[in-house]
């Protein structure tokens, strides 16, 4: 049984930093694509970021574009999202998200993940 489960969350001021983390397990970690999603109260789960199965490439939406960076560490089963120069916009839940995908693209919208986790708030005050 494929688990996810996001940690790293909390309460921060705008300009700082925060690093979220997802623990796998139940799958073979190095063939399956990740992506970072996030929901804010009242707004659909949007797409913040994503990355191969081999780490190889990447993909960020607009707004976070330049102050976040997804990565991951296939020996670990991990994959973390640096999250820089916070604003308050950045506020919500995060989730991550996995599909068993081996192309070279990265997979940006929410039917195309399998996989969830419960999800982990973010918040950013200003």
């Known amino acids: 049984q494929v688990q996810l489960g996001e940690s790293g969350g909390g309460l921060v001021q705008a300009g700082g930093s925060l690093r979220l983390s997802c623990a796998a397990s139940?799958?073979?970690?190095?063939?399956?694509?990740m992506g970072w999603f996030r929901q804010a109260p009242g707004k659909e789960r949007e797409f913040v970021a994503g990355?191969?199965?081999?780490?190889?490439?990447?993909a960020y939406s607009s707004s976070v574009k330049g102050r976040f960076t997804v990565s991951r560490d296939n020996a670990k089963n991990t994959v973390y999202l640096q999250m820089n120069s916070l604003k308050p916009e950045d506020t919500g839940v995060y989730y991550c998200?996995?599909?068993?995908?081996?192309?070279?693209?990265?997979?940006?919208?929410?039917?195309?993940?399998?996989?969830w986790g419960q999800g982990t708030q973010v918040t950013v005050s200003s």
């Open positions: 990355i191969t199965y081999s780490g190889g490439n990447t």
């Open positions: 139940g799958l073979t970690f190095s063939g399956y694509a």
């Open positions: 998200a996995a599909r068993n995908f081996y192309g070279r693209a990265v997979l940006t919208t929410t039917r195309d993940y399998s996989h």
